[in-house]
Nanobody, 121 residues
Framework: QVQLVESGGGLVQAGGSLRLSCAAS????????MGWYRQTPGKQRELVAT???????NYADFVKGRFTISRDNAKNAVYLQMNSLKPEDTAVYYC???????????????WGQGTQVTVSS
């Protein structure tokens, strides 16, 4: 069994910063791409940033220049540094990863449980 666990969410004032962390654990054989998504009530989950196993990032236009995604392959972890936060960044942030467990012969998409980020004006 493999799982993703996020941490680092919280309440911050507009203009502030937060760093989200997401760690994969369990019987992991391999991890490909990892990423961050967010969701607000009544809206679909949307892409924030992704990072390939080779280190190529992809950002949503609304976070370019403010957020930075990174990963530590040795720790099976992905991070999201969020700077210059705006009230409209308020959402539940989810990490995901394409992982192959030791019991599986294929990659599957896994999601974390989500962490709340609230930006006050």
């Amino acid at each position: 069994q493999v799982q993703l666990v996020e941490s680092g969410g919280g309440l911050v004032q507009a203009g502030g910063s937060l760093r989200l962390s997401c760690a994969a654990s369990g019987s992991i054989f391999s991890i490909n791409g990892m990423g961050w998504y967010r969701q607000t009530p009544g809206k679909q989950r949307e892409l924030v940033a992704t990072l390939t196993s080779g280190g190529a990032p992809n950002y949503a236009d609304f976070v370019k220049g403010r957020f930075t995604i990174s990963r530590d392959n040795a720790k099976n972890a992905v991070y999201l540094q969020m700077n210059s936060l705006k009230p409209e960044d308020t959402a539940v942030y989810y990490c995901n990863a394409h992982m192959m467990s030791t019991a599986s012969g294929s990659f599957n998409l896994y999601w974390g449980q989500g962490t709340q980020v609230t930006v006050s004006s």
